[in-house]
């Protein structure tokens, strides 16, 4: 946590550069390619639900989580509802971070080691361990606060990449009017075999506005509901710091998401028909070939450094929770150790964890922009309703927020691997689409219906500042 001091600059790069990982620049980024600059319109879904989480839950986490000397997400929810299954909750809640945080760094480490299959032609595997490895390393060996800092410098990085990028398909085709005109009537084919023509540049022509509106709120909402990113409220040092941090986190995402959400559909313009076959059907490409075709050295090592900033930014942030979540949310609740165990007991799950990524990484289930939406909708549907119940409803019970963390996990793996993929209709409808509506509904009528069991009136009062 920092103890509490990190100023407010810092706390806002910090919170943006872990937002936009390499799942953003490189598969969000990628998949434009396939669904054209209607795919851009996530940028302005993901900048809302900043905004929301800065201004909603900011403040309120940040004050709450200090007067309860909480440290972890899953401590929170055993410190707010303390019940009898204060404890239950707060295993559960451990094992959600365990399971979702494992697919999200699976989509990092895939989305970094297609850049340096790209560029610089290194193989998939040694370019996943390479990023695992050393991110691995330093988040060991430095803790929150170094990870608080280096995201902020990583942030930096990431911002001006943004921008480069961007400017590298209009520098190739030789400005704004000669890549419009190349991609509002390309002849490039869609997965499906059918001319693209106008595609990329007509809304909602390639992709319906149901499934671009699914992945944003799967991803976006991770911002409302992800430990990673609600753990940089706790680091905040006052509150002049967390006004800073309210009103610029939502500009460096804003601009960096315009920049690189519709980047694969401008790649367009620097493929030839034969490049563009192979890119439609492999879109965590993209952005590597981009940057080879362009073929600038200079370029081409400031992007990937940005890049691996993206994704080591993303992946410190993500080692430091696991780690405390199987140690101390879980096996000191099963079996209390001394303090000074905990934490070289933390470092080596976070290895033995990374290496389980790795070898997830050689075999991914997935895109990576599924990847990263899937786990985006177990946090937001599994957590969301207990965050916010916590936060600002006295009348949330501990068996609203148990009982909505298991509906909100299970809906989410029943409907992507019983209901999405079996059936047409509904492939375009997103798992947090119904997932978080039964785990929100669950959450307040299981509340309503236990109030017997909400915390005391003294301990609500020391909860919400009376």
């Known amino acids: 946590m920092a103890k509490r001091e990190i100023p407010g600059w810092v706390i806002s790069l910090a919170f943006f550069s872990t937002s936009a990982s390499t799942n953003t620049y490189i598969g969000q980024a990628g998949k434009s390619f396939e669904l054209g600059l209607s795919w851009a319109w996530m940028g302005f879904i993901w900048t809302f639900f900043c905004v929301i989480s800065w201004q909603l839950l900011g403040p309120k986490m940040r004050f709450q989580t200090a007067r309860?000397?909480?440290?972890?997400?899953?401590?929170y929810f055993h410190l707010r509802y303390k019940s009898s299954l204060a404890q239950t909750i707060r295993v559960l809640s451990a094992v959600i971070i365990l399971f979702a945080t494992l697919w999200y760094m699976v989509g990092i480490a895939k989305g970094c080691a297609h850049v340096l299959t790209?560029?610089?032609?290194?193989?998939?595997?040694?370019?996943?361990f390479t990023i695992i490895a050393v991110t691995c390393a330093y988040t060991i060996w430095g803790g929150m606060y170094s990870v608080l800092w280096t995201d902020a410098i990583q942030g930096i990085i990431m911002f001006g990449v943004a921008i480069l990028m961007l400017a590298i398909p209009f520098m190739y085709v030789g400005g704004v009017d000669n890549l419009f005109e190349t991609i509002s009537n390309t002849e490039h084919l869609t997965k499906a075999g059918e001319r693209i023509k106008s595609g990329l540049v007509t809304f909602g022509e390639l992709v319906s506005f149901l499934y671009i509106l699914g992945i944003g709120l799967a991803v976006g909402m991770k911002q409302i509901s992800e430990p990673k990113n609600l753990i940089r409220f706790y680091s905040v040092n006052n509150s002049k710091s967390m006004r800073f941090a309210?009103?610029?986190?939502p500009v460096f995402l804003g601009v960096s998401?315009?920049?690189?959400?519709?980047?694969?559909?401008?790649?367009?313009?620097?493929?030839?028909?034969?490049?563009?076959?192979?890119?439609?059907?492999?879109?965590?490409?993209?952005?590597?070939?981009?940057?080879?075709?362009?073929?600038?050295?200079?370029?081409s090592g400031i992007c990937v450094a940005g890049l691996f900033a993206a994704g080591m930014s993303s992946l410190a942030s993500v080692i430091i929770?696991?780690?405390?979540?199987?140690?101390?949310?879980?096996?000191h609740v099963a079996k209390p150790m001394k303090e000074s165990k905990i934490i070289p007991r933390t470092k080596c799950f976070m290895a033995f964890y990374c290496l389980m990524v790795f070898l997830l990484t050689l075999y991914p289930i997935a895109g990576i922009v599924e990847l990263t939406a899937f786990a985006g909708a177990v946090f937001a549907a599994s957590f969301f309703p207990a965050i916010f119940g916590g936060l600002y409803l006295k009348w949330g019970t501990d068996l609203g927020a148990l009982t909505s963390m298991i509906v909100g996990i299970l809906t989410n793996i029943v409907w992507r691997f019983v209901f999405r993929f079996n059936?047409?209709?509904?492939?375009?409808?997103?798992?947090?689409?119904p997932a978080f509506i039964i785990s929100m509904l669950t959450y307040v009528v299981v509340s309503l219906m236990t109030k017997s069991r909400k915390p005391d009136e003294a301990h609500l009062d020391h909860v919400f500042g009376r």
């Open 423 to 433: 059936y047409e209709s509904l492939k375009d409808i997103h798992e947090i689409i």
């Open 118 to 128: 790209s560029v610089l032609d290194i193989p998939y595997e040694y370019g996943s």
């Open 68 to 75: 309860l000397k909480s440290f972890t997400i899953p401590d």
């Open 321 to 331: 929770i696991i780690g405390t979540a199987f140690v101390k949310d879980i096996w």
């Open 246 to 249: 309210m009103i610029w986190t």
């Open 257 to 299: 998401l315009v920049c690189v959400m519709g980047l694969g559909a401008l790649v367009h313009g620097m493929t030839t028909p034969e490049e563009a076959n192979y890119l439609i059907n492999h879109t965590d490409e993209v952005v590597g070939f981009m940057l080879d075709k362009f073929d600038n050295k200079l370029v």
